[in-house]
C-alpha cells in the first residue's frame, strides 16, 4: 500500500528565505503525487501535481517540486518566502491505477517570521 | 454550479443524536471522497467511492458512521447517535480517476 511521510508538522521561516518542506512516499509501483495548500479558514487547493514526464513541476504562487525516484522524494520549495504563504501544506500520492485512492500526509503547518 | 458544493454549512446537534452532511461532486467525477478535519488535525480519510466499485469503508471511526452514493452521484454521511468527538469539519472532495480531487467547503459539524 502507499503511504505519505511529511518530516515536521510545523515548520517556520523567515520572509525572504527559502521554503523547503518534505514528502516521501512509500509506492510500489510509479506514483502521482500532489501538495495541496489550505490557507486559513479556506479550503483545500491544489498547488501542483506530478503525473508523468518532467520531474520538476512548477506550481501556482511560485512553489515548485521535484520528482526524485531514487530518493522516493517529492519535497516543495520556494526561493522565497511571503507572509501570504503562511499555510498548511499537503503532500498526498495515488499509485496512478485507476480505482486507487489518493492518500495524504499528516500535512505541515508553514509559519513565516517577518 | 461548477464546483463541489456541501450541505449544510454547519451544523450543531445535541449529542445522541442523528445527523446527515451532503456532498454534491463535479458533474462526471466517477471518485468521491470524505474525509474528517479535527482542529489543527489533518486529514482524517473516511470513505472513498469509485464509479461502480464497492466502497473503500476503511477509514470509518466506527459503526455510527456510514455513507452512501447514489446513483453515482450525490454522497450522504450519516452520523448516528452523535458524540462530542465528532465535532470537526467534514470535507467532501471529488475527482476523475488518477486525478486531483476538488475539495467542497465542508461542513463544520458541533456536537453539544
Known amino acids: 500500500a502507499q503511504s505519505v511521510t511529511q518530516l515536521g508538522s510545523h515548520v517556520s521561516v523567515s520572509e525572504g528565505a527559502l521554503v523547503l518542506l518534505r514528502c516521501n512516499y512509500s509506492s510500489s509501483v510509479p506514483p502521482y503525487l500532489f501538495w495541496y495548500v489550505q490557507y486559513p479558514n479556506q479550503g483545500l487547493q491544489l498547488l501542483l501535481k506530478?503525473?508523468?514526464?518532467?520531474?520538476l513541476v512548477k506550481g501556482i504562487n511560485g512553489f515548485e517540486a521535484e520528482f526524485k525516484k531514487s530518493e522516493t522524494s517529492f519535497h516543495l520549495t520556494k526561493p522565497s518566502a511571503h507572509m501570504s504563504d503562511a499555510a498548511e501544506y499537503f503532500c498526498?500520492?495515488?499509485?496512478?491505477?485507476?480505482?486507487?485512492?489518493?492518500?495524504f500526509g499528516k500535512g505541515t503547518r508553514l509559519h513565516i517570521l517577518p | 454550479g461548477a464546483g463541489v458544493s456541501q450541505s449544510p454549512s454547519n451544523k450543531v446537534t445535541e449529542k445522541g443524536k442523528d445527523v446527515e452532511l451532503r456532498c454534491d461532486p463535479i458533474s462526471g467525477h466517477t471518485a468521491l471522497y470524505w474525509y474528517r478535519q479535527s482542529l489543527g488535525q489533518g486529514l482524517e480519510f473516511l470513505i472513498y467511492f469509485q464509479g461502480n466499485s464497492a466502497p473503500d469503508k476503511s477509514g470509518l471511526p466506527s459503526d455510527r458512521f456510514s455513507a452512501e452514493r447514489t446513483g453515482g452521484s450525490v454522497s450522504t454521511l450519516t452520523i448516528q447517535r452523535t458524540q462530542q468527538e465528532d465535532s470537526a469539519v467534514y470535507l467532501c472532495a471529488s475527482s476523475l480517476p488518477r486525478n486531483e480531487q476538488f475539495f467542497g467547503p465542508g461542513t463544520r459539524l458541533t456536537v453539544l
Open positions: 498526498a500520492v495515488s499509485r496512478g491505477n485507476r480505482d486507487d485512492k489518493i492518500i
Open positions: 506530478y503525473t508523468t514526464g518532467a520531474t
